[in-house]
C-alpha cells in the first residue's frame, strides 16, 4: 500500500512539474526579452517616433546636453553625450514641462531648464 501512494504522489509531482515548469519559464524569457521602460530602453524602442530637430545645450557648470525632439513634438530623448544613453521625456501638450523618471525639462525660445532628482535646477542655452 505505501508502494501504491509513493508511486500516486511521484505522479502528482511529476504532472504538477509539467505544468508548472513551462509558465515557469515563459516568465523567465519575458523577463529577458529587454522590456523596461523607456527610460531604459532608450531610442532603440520601435515605437518612438522619428526626430523631428536635434540641438545641443550647454548647461551652467559646463555640461552639454543634446537633445532629439520627437516629431509627435510631445517627446523628446536627452543624452549627456552625443553617442551615450538616452533617456526619453513626455509632454502632456506642445510647450508644457518634459518630464522622466529622473529629470524634468522645460524648453523656453532657446533657453532649457533642467531639473533633476536632489539637485538644484540649471539654465542652459542652445549652442
Known sequence: MTQAIKARKCDAYRAGVRIVLPILVAGLVAAC???GTDDQRGSDNASTPPIGESHSYRCEGGQVLYID?????LSMMVR???????????AAAQGRIFLGERMNIMLSGKD????ETDREPILCKRG
Open 80 to 90: 549627456r553625450s552625443p553617442d551615450g544613453p538616452a533617456l526619453r521625456l513626455s
Open 69 to 73: 525632439i520627437l516629431q509627435d513634438g
Open 33 to 35: 526579452s529587454g522590456a
Open 112 to 115: 532649457l531648464t533642467l531639473e
